[in-house]
Structure formats: structure tokens, C-alpha cells
């Protein structure tokens, strides 16, 4: 993720911050200092925020190290001020598996908040009043630590299972109602109870916390993009590569400068390409890449091109060339055959495919 500092590594996942997390701090200190804190109370309250957030990456690992069982990388674990997010290779595709790895994270703090229970001495608080326990938490304490940090787990096991999908309880949902449905229809039917939770969130955050409202954003739009994606993949299984194949395509010699690229690209409608030396593929010229120079048009496009890609074959499967693509952060990749050229891959071709399925699915059933 964009703008965001290496902590280091837990069992090989890089863990990382991004730097609105800062924000998140400023805001605790902001918040303290105004209401009549001192330095004592900023840093218990900076200490706690810390170590919540170190259980929110040790909940992240529960999913990451389930998923792991799964034969599922986890590319890296990035907090954020509303929490953490684990950038898994995929999501198991198996209900059972899915619901393991969904569970693995709040089970983690189910166990933490069990262990704080265990060292609290509960008999001691027993019969606190209100303002007992007003009188309590004003002055930083360890027992005081321990409590608040009790409290945040069971809030956290709580939150993190309301059926909001992509929410670990909305992934699990998605995972009881595979059982029963296909995938797609699982993850439509989920998708739909997220982004009506997301508006609750979005109505309460207006009238009680801030945060809500963006934890409400982050739900909407990310039940929104996972159903679509995974609606893509249904339409798209069965499918191979050489059914969206590129064959008209321009190569550009390993020689070839800059300029040839910008006006093959003003002739037609081709905006990457292939570079080629002596009929194989030594790179890939993205669009993104022409446009960063294009001020230089006399550049040798085998100083800008990318040397290090996958390729394909053309009876690979499209779902699965579009996960590569995912993964690999690549919009075009060549296709091959026992090492002969064939043609390109492009995600913008594959969904013109998909668009002209569903057109044509449409114009049967009428």
C-alpha cells in the first residue's frame, strides 16, 4: 500500500503502517491535552492505543497463518487508523476453508480478552458503582491498562463479527450461505447486508462517532468491488485465453525508441506493447510508462520497459489469468505456446468479453 513504512517481519508476512496512523495518534494526544490531560495520561494513552493496535496485527495473523494452512500467501499486513488489513493472495474459494480463515482473526482476540480475564482480579471490582469506577479510571493504572485493553478485545471479537461483509462476520456469512448457494450468489446475497450495514454505520457515525463513517465508506465500496469481482470470475469459468485473445498486435523491436511506441499509438488504439529481440519477448511497455516519458521520446524503450513479467498460455484458464494479473499488478501480459508467440492478454480485453457474453446471454434468453 502507497505511503506506508516496513515495521519488519512476522513469520516471513511484512508488516507495515501507513502513515495516516499518525493521524490516529495525533488525534488520541489532541484529545487528551484537551480534556485537561497531562503528559502522564497522553502516554498511557498512547501505550494503549499501541498495544491495541499490536493486537489488531496479531489478529491479522490468525488470518494470515489460517490462510497459510490453505496453501494462501499473505503479501503483507498494513494498519491503518480503523484498523489493520491483511493482503491475502486470494480468499479460499472452499466455504469451509473461507469460515476458518474469516474465524482465525477474532478468535485471536477472543483468546487475548480470555487471558486478561484470567489476570484480572474480578472479585476486587465487584461492587464498584458508577462512580467508582469514574474515580477508577481517571488515574493511569496497569489494572486500568489491562481492563481497557479486556474491554477493546471483546469490542473488537464483537465488531469484527457483525455481518457486514467484506467484515470478517460478513465473510463469514458468505461462508455458511456457500453451503448452500453457489459462490456468486453467496457473495451477491452478502454483499447486498454489508452495504445495508454500511448505511446504519454511515447514519450512526453522523450522530456518534466519526470513525463509523469511514469504517461505513470502507464497507460500501469494498462489498461493491468484491462482489463484482467475484460475479466477473463466475461469468469468465469455463473460459479460456485464447477465446479474448490479442493477435493484432504491434511488437516494438528491443531497439525501437520511445517515439515509435507514441505514434503507433496515435495511429490506432493499441496503448501497450510488446518488445521483442530476435522473435522473443524481452519486455513489456505499459501505457503508464509512455506517458511518464514522453517528454523524452528519443529514450530506447529497453530502458523503460519491464524485463520481469509472466506470461500465459492460451488454454489457461481467464479466472485464473486475471488473478495473475491481480497479483502481478499487470493489465497485459504475452500469450505463449511451447515458447512461439501468439499474442497478448489484456484485463480490458477480457472484460470486452465479458460484456459481449452477457449481451449475448441476454439476447438468447429473449
Known sequence: MKGSWVLGKVAGIKIQVHWTFTLLLLWVLFSNFREGG??????????????????????????????????????????????????????????????????????????????????????????FEPEDWETFFSQPSVAGFLIYLFMANAMLVAFNLIPAFPMDGGRVLRALLGFYYSRARATEIAARLGQAVAFLFLFLGLFLNPFLVIIAIFVYFGAYAENQMVQQEDRLKGHTVREALLTQISLLPCDATLQQAIDLILKGTEKDFLVVREGGVCGILNNAEIARAATRPDTPVSELMLGEFPSVRPDAGLTETIQLMSREKQKFLPVLEDGRLLGAISSENISEFILLRTAAGHSTAT
Open 38 to 127: 497531562d503528559g502522564v495520561s497522553a502516554l498511557f494513552s498512547l501505550a494503549l492505543v499501541l498495544v491495541l493496535f499490536g493486537c489488531v496485527v496479531l489478529h491479522e495473523l490468525g488470518h494470515a497463518l489460517m490462510a497459510r494452512k490453505y496453501q494462501i500467501t499473505t503479501r503483507s499486513i498494513t494498519l491503518l487508523p480503523i484498523g489493520g488489513v491483511a493482503a491475502l493472495e486470494k480468499i479460499p474459494e472452499k466455504p469451509k476453508e473461507e469460515l476458518a480463515v474469516a474465524l482465525a482473526g477474532p478468535a485471536v482476540n477472543a483468546g487475548i480478552a480470555l487471558v486478561l480475564l484470567l489476570l484480572l482480579p474480578l472479585r476486587h471490582y465487584a461492587g
